[in-house]
């Protein structure tokens, strides 16, 4: 073997080497950046959790205060419908108490017409704010909806008169009623 292939085969091997270092350190290159990669990922993914746990309590927090606000101001409009209707209400028992103890001479005359007039207009108008009102005689009582003025002997707990009528605005009780309970002498 000459000179120069010898060294030609010594530049071979040592390209070989030079090769295999290389290969090695780009495996140890790529080693090293995976574990950083891992080590990132484990650091990421709690505060990623964190970050959507945060995010779903926020959107949830967000859907209660938009409920809980609706809320507040239906009861708001309840309530202050609720001041105004009982204002209201103990004219339209005035008005149902003159139409009821009017006597029957008078009933013709142009003053007693105006007043059941007035009476059903404000009845109309009551309805049409979902306000409806309900008799309570012959029921038996409901300590829900009647408030027991006095008693007189007739069947027991059964309503016999009423003083006022109950009224109840959107499902919900506006005013009870004022009535007369017969019970067993």
């Not at 339209?92 to 007039?117: F, G, H, M, Q």
Request: charged share 45%; glycine share 0%; proline share 3%.
């Amino acid at each position: 073997m000459t000179k120069q292939e010898k060294q030609n085969i010594e530049e071979k091997e040592i390209m070989e080497q030079v090769e295999e270092e290389i290969t090695e350190i780009e495996d140890k290159n790529l080693e090293i950046e995976e574990e950083k990669l891992e080590e990132a990922q484990t650091w990421i993914d709690p505060e990623i959790d964190k970050l959507k746990d945060l995010l779903f309590r926020t959107q949830a927090d967000f859907e209660n205060f938009k409920k809980r606000t609706q809320r507040d101001r239906d009861d708001m409009i309840f309530f202050l419908k609720t001041d105004i209707f009982k204002k209201i209400l103990p004219r339209i028992d005035d008005l149902e108490r003159i139409i009821k103890n009017t006597p029957e001479d008078l009933r013709n005359s142009a003053l007693y017409e105006w007043v059941v007039a007035m009476e059903k207009n404000f009845n109309k108008d009551l309805e049409s704010f979902k306000v409806k009102s309900f008799e309570s005689i012959w029921e038996e009582i409901d300590p829900n909806k009647h408030d027991v003025m006095t008693k007189i002997p007739w069947k027991d707990w059964i309503i016999v008169d009423e003083f006022e009528k109950w009224y109840e605005l959107d499902w919900r009780i506006l005013r009870v009623a004022k009535v007369v309970v017969g019970y067993e002498a």
